[in-house]
């Protein structure tokens, strides 16, 4: 899989963009972009994944790079509730039958009032 | 609809106890896994199932057992309790989708100290 690499911490303003960039300069051709998120003492949430076009959903936007080496992750308008650390993992999405995540350190994301 | 489900949700145990964390799932999930969390770490994997009867070993198997005897529930066993077993527990589950199969879901953790 490929290795990512994200920033330790980042901080953002309630009722701001938050945008969190996630490097992986190695990833595969059939390798996907997913990114979760894991509020203090709870089990990571998955939040949106991709393989090469931009991808949205109710909770997030996910915005890949054309060579695929970086992506951002946008809340449009975080809130307190989406203090948490992110993980952005990148994995082969199709052969085999091992589907495990391996998650790095992540991202600690707060949200200010 | 519960999602998944962890059984006991705290514990405490001596070294050389036993015992035994159950996870459920009601998604009629294929795959199921187990994680462990230690503090300031991410997750690594445990054991997977990848359906009824099957299990497999991920990156730290050692001094952990499983079983899945039933398709929704996937359980693991501590037979031997060490120190360094001290944890915070997560189960999850996943669809059988190639693509769909890193969505998984988690539940709320079981968080074990080993005395």
């Known amino acids: 899989d490929a290795k990512t690499t994200q920033p330790p911490s980042m901080d953002c303003a309630e009722g701001r963009a938050a945008n969190l960039p996630c490097n992986h300069s190695t990833i595969s051709g059939n390798e996907y972009v997913y990114w979760y998120r894991q509020i203090h003492s709870q089990g990571p949430q998955y939040i949106i994944h991709g393989l090469k076009n931009n991808e949205t959903n109710e909770m997030a936007s996910l915005i890949i790079t054309e060579d695929r080496k970086s992506s951002t992750l946008i809340l449009p308008h975080a809130t307190l509730r989406d203090t948490a650390v992110y993980y952005c993992i990148v994995r082969v999405g199709s052969g085999g039958s091992n589907y495990k995540l391996t998650f790095g350190k992540g991202t600690l994301l707060t949200v200010n009032p | 609809n519960a999602g998944v489900t962890q059984t006991p949700k705290f514990r405490v145990l001596k070294t050389g106890q036993s015992m035994t964390l159950l996870c459920a799932q009601d998604m009629n999930h294929e795959y199921m896994y187990w994680y462990r969390q230690d503090p300031g770490m991410g997750l690594r994997l445990i054991h997977y199932s990848v359906g009824e009867g099957t299990t497999a070993k991920g990156e730290v198997p050692d001094g952990y057992n499983v079983s899945r005897l039933k398709k929704q529930n996937f359980l693991l066993g501590l037979e031997s309790a060490a120190p360094s077993q001290t944890s915070v527990y997560f189960c999850?589950?996943?669809?059988?989708?190639?693509?769909?199969?890193?969505?998984?879901?988690f539940g709320p953790g079981t968080r074990l100290t080993v005395t």
């Open positions: 999850a589950s996943s669809y059988l989708a190639r693509d769909r199969g890193y969505e998984q879901y």
